[in-house]
């Protein structure tokens, strides 16, 4: 879809989407939104750009393969939830800090560094199905997606 | 004794499985003479066992244990008493010469070390299952005999026939493992306990139950298939494809008698029923005589041992089963006779075939003077097998015969099956400890000679024992088999027979058994072509039973994954959305629980008429959508205007998941179109069109009764409370769909995105099968 407007608009849009994507995953807690919102809404910023620059230039953009993304994701979840082990609490257990930056006070937790591991693994699982179905099947590039 | 017996007992309940982690790379740093270093551990825990002799003979029981699942009920426990206690003895007492022994037969196999580790690892498991207190403790070890006793027997894993007889006896013992956790969970049941210790001492309950028969033929049918009684006997002889300590050890001594320890075990809560006196005996009779006749017929030294280990366990089963005082305290003795003997004899045999190179008691002879020790290790196994006096055989036999006799038909019938199976086991033993080692020289594969120390101390020890076990038959009693009969019979038993033959009855039967024995074995050649033209007249047996069993069950499964793994996608689909339908529809149907009218809105906001109107706008697309890439994208119009709806109604964070999933449904779909290259028209005929719409609108209908049916009842409110009171209080979050999902229920969503996770990758996996399936045909093309 090589149409001179979506080529224009595409890096813009998805900029926007990926920047509101992160305010959703963040705001979450407190306002509708959350890591399974902002991963979708992520993934489609990325298919937005695949569809007008190709599969290759979104590859090239995301750095890693998507698969890893999602299994990044899938492993700060888990790792978010095994940290209560070291304090002696149930598995899951959210736990809570209170650093102060510049004179604000910032709460940080597990649950929000379990959630942007949902974050992660939406968006990289998505995108690794939607770059994949994207791809002009061909054989040189059958065996090399991975 | 010192106040860490407990712990040490735990560490000696593994002291096998450590031996097993280290024998391979002792073997391959020490070579065979690691044998001697791995003994010790088997020899520690025999060593400590010892240590609980007096205290168990004083009758006193010995438990310990740690915790496991408190909530559950359940604890790694263990029971020490007469009859755990001496099946301990016997696992590591035997269990430490077979490892010995192991080191010399299969010295120089370039698996030696990993031969070793199984058999520890058997041991260990063995071991387990005898001192396990806990139900399912003694289940998880009871399987894990199974495993290790199938390792053992495809250990020669380049043979078929090792492979099959592996496989067979897995199937058949595992299967009765499956049985016995069955009876297990009713034991439970019944009797509201899970501990062996506390389930002996309960006095009634258990016969009355009403599921005591199906308790007891689930139970039977783990302890049947466990000690090969007939018609589960046929794996034993297959099994005698693994190497020879392994038949000395797990297929004479200790594994096929966990079937009878189960039984024994279990005599005193659930024995003294007619059903108990009946099927025990009926089919420990039955496979007594179909052992020894089995045994009659064979050449190969190891298989006829093999058909009297079968009729051992047989003879056990029915003494146990009998219920005639004395019986009990038979089977005790002959069961430690026959580990004795029986154990001795296979290592006899052994090392005859590893020195000789043959085992066909029709073609050895005359290895008397090249192998001394061993003949007369034979000699003393025989004797004690055969039941001659100054032996521990010997006082099992009269024990038998004071045991079976008496006047009643019953008791007739079950002495003349015992006389007769004795008297063919007498043949059978000195058949092989006579034949091949009298009479002139024969021309061996191997030049005969006396094996290395490894080879003879085993059965050397195990023979001498038989004696010396009759000789001092008072210390014998005073600490293994009273303290045993007493367990087994669950009340105080003293047993004071001795080797010294005292008139009557018993004496004269074991005369008859001795006298009919010599003359089987005078005309041996006779009996076993009679034999043969027996078993050919009664036909193919249970063994061929199992080929086609097995080969039935692959067929059925082939069928059945044939019937329900089409391979088409449409018929997965239908298949799904059917059984949905019938779901959603059946029950409220059948149950009368249908919803009633609902009421009509009295007032509809402009704009929510608006979007309802819009979404039924986007079904009316879809049905007509000249194309299926329009159709998908109609499809996409009704979920936005859903989305909406959510978003009227108050659900900011479930119109917006709709939203996005709206989105990309869409654009993933028309990807899937794009790619998979399909006609972008839709080209069913008009009857599968006819028949997909019902299948649809009932899908449909079914749903809409079912959310009219949730709304019509009062709504509880308990959960959304609990959760707008505490959202903010525990979990520090105002948005409570977020805190649910990544606090309360966090555990669930991390199941669900591993699911994800696991979702996207089938998918690349499809893909590209599919673009290396394409990929392919396009090369065909170009060349």
Same mark, same amino acid.
């Given at each position: ?43 489609? @910023?990325?298919? $937005? ?8 230039? /979104?590859?090239? &953009? !995301?750095?890693?393969?998507?698969? +890893? ?39 940080? @937790?597990?649950? $929000? ?8 693994? /939406?968006?990289? &699982? !998505?995108?690794?199905?939607?770059? +994949? ?14 | ?783």
């Amino acid at each position: 879809m090589n149409t001179l407007i979506l080529r224009t608009v595409a890096p813009v849009l998805t900029a926007l989407m990926l920047l509101f994507s992160i305010f959703v995953l963040l705001r979450g807690h407190n306002e509708p939104g959350g890591g399974f919102i902002g991963g979708l809404i992520a993934a489609s @910023a990325l298919a $937005i750009y695949g569809i007008a620059f190709g599969v290759a230039a /979104v590859r090239r &953009a !995301i750095r890693f393969h998507p698969m +890893a993304i999602a299994g990044a994701g899938l492993f700060i979840s888990t790792l978010s939830g095994l940290i209560s082990i070291f304090f002696g609490v149930p598995f899951m257990t959210g736990l809570w800090i209170y650093p102060v930056f510049f004179d604000v006070e910032v709460p940080l @937790a597990t649950v $929000i560094s379990f959630d942007l591991g949902v974050y992660l693994v /939406v968006l990289g &699982a !998505i995108t690794s199905i939607a770059l +994949a179905l994207e791809q002009e099947p061909g054989p040189e590039t059958g065996g090399e997606e991975g | 004794m010192a106040a860490n017996v407990p712990a040490l007992t735990f560490v000696v309940l593994f002291l096998p499985f450590m031996g097993a982690v280290f024998a391979p790379v002792l073997i391959r740093r020490f070579g065979d003479k690691a044998a001697w270093l791995l003994a010790l551990a088997p020899f520690f825990a025999f060593l400590h066992f010892c240590g609980f002799l007096s205290e168990v003979a004083a009758g006193e029981v010995v438990t310990g244990g740690y915790a496991w699942a408190p909530s559950f009920n359940l604890s790694f426990s263990w029971f020490l008493d007469g009859l755990s206690l001496t099946f301990a003895l016997l696992i590591t007492g035997i269990g430490t010469l077979i490892v010995i022994y192991s080191g010399g037969y299969m010295k120089g196999h370039p698996d030696q070390g990993r031969f070793l580790s199984f058999i520890l690892l058997f041991m260990g498991a063995m071991l387990g299952l005898v001192v396990s207190d806990s139900f399912l403790m003694l289940f998880v070890y009871w399987e894990l005999t199974s495993i290790t006793s199938f390792l053992l027997i495809g250990f020669d894993h380049g043979r078929e026939k090792a492979r099959r007889a592996a496989l067979q006896a897995l199937v058949v013992t595992g299967g009765g493992g499956l049985c016995l956790l069955a009876g297990l969970v009713f034991l439970w049941n019944i009797t509201g306990v899970t501990q062996l210790s506390l389930l002996v001492h309960m006095e009634d309950g258990l016969r009355e139950s009403p599921f005591y028969l199906a308790t007891l033929l689930l139970v039977l049918g783990g302890a049947f298939t466990k000690s090969a009684q007939f018609p589960f006997h046929f794996w034993l002889p297959n099994a005698m494809e693994a190497p020879t300590p392994v038949s000395a050890y797990l297929h004479s001594a200790t594994m096929v008698k966990a079937g009878v320890y189960l039984l024994m075990r279990l005599n005193p809560v659930m024995g003294a029923t007619p059903a108990w006196e009946i099927l025990l005996p009926f089919f420990g009779g039955i496979t007594l005589i179909a052992g020894t006749f089995l045994a009659v017929r064979q050449v190969d030294m190891k298989l006829m041992l093999a058909y009297t280990t079968m009729a051992s366990l047989g003879l056990l089963v029915m003494l146990t089963g009998f219920g005639a005082p004395h019986a009990v305290e038979a089977a005790v003795l002959y069961l430690v006779a026959h580990s004795l003997f029986k154990g001795g004899f296979f290592m006899v045999v052994g090392t005859v075939d590893h020195e000789a190179g043959d085992r066909n008691v029709t073609q050895l002879r005359g290895l008397r003077s090249a192998m001394p020790i061993t003949f007369a290790a034979a000699m003393l196994c025989a004797l004690s097998m055969g039941g001659l006096p100054l032996f521990f055989g010997f006082l099992a036999k009269e024990e038998i015969y004071a045991a079976l006799a008496a006047g009643n038909p019953r008791a007739v019938f079950f002495t003349g099956l015992a006389v007769i199976g004795n008297a063919l086991m007498f043949a059978v033993a000195f058949a092989i400890a006579i034949r091949p080692f009298f009479g002139p020289p024969s021309a061996n594969p191997k030049s005969a000679h006396e094996g290395p120390v490894a080879l003879w101390l085993g059965p050397a020890v195990l023979a001498v024992l038989g004696l010396l076990g009759a000789l001092f038959s008072g210390l014998a009693h005073h600490y293994v088999s009273s303290p045993m009969a007493s367990a087994v019979s669950g009340e105080k038993v003293v047993i004071d027979i001795t080797t010294v033959p005292h008139l009557g009855m018993p004496l004269v039967l074991s005369v008859i058994t001795i006298g009919l024995g010599v003359f089987v074995f005078w005309r041996l050649d006779g009996a076993r072509a009679l034999m043969v033209r027996v078993l050919e007249n009664l036909g193919p047996g249970p063994d061929l039973g199992f080929d086609h069993f097995v080969s039935g069950l692959v067929r059925l499964s082939v069928a059945i994954t044939r019937f329900v793994q089409p391979g088409r996608l449409e018929v997965y689909m239908t298949a799904t959305f059917i059984l949905l339908a019938l779901t959603l529809l059946v029950p409220p149907v059948v149950f009368d629980e249908l919803p009633g009218m609902p009421a009509w809105p009295g007032s509809v906001l402009p704009q929510e008429a608006a979007f309802l109107a819009i979404a039924l706008i986007g079904i009316f697309a879809v049905l007509r959508a000249k194309d299926r890439l329009t159709a998908i994208v109609s499809l996409g119009i009704q979920g936005f205007a859903v989305a909406v709806i959510f978003l009227l109604f108050g659900a900011p964070d479930l119109s917006f998941t709709q939203f996005m999933v709206e989105t990309l449904s869409v654009v993933i779909l028309a990807l899937v179109m794009t790619r998979l290259r399909l006609s972008p028209a839709d080209h069913r005929p008009r009857r599968q069109l006819l028949f997909d719409a019902c299948v649809a609108v009932a899908c449909g209908l079914g749903f809409g009764l079912l959310l009219l049916k949730s709304v019509e009842a009062s709504f509880d409110n308990l959960l959304t409370d609990f959760f707008n009171a505490y959202s903010k209080v525990i979990a520090h979050g105002a948005n409570v769909v977020n805190v649910i999902i990544v606090d309360f229920r966090g555990t669930d969503t991390l199941g669900e995105i591993a699911v994800v996770m696991v979702t996207g990758l089938a998918v690349l996996a499809l893909i590209r099968v599919r673009a290396g399936k394409a990929a392919v045909s396009q090369e065909e093309e170009g060349r």
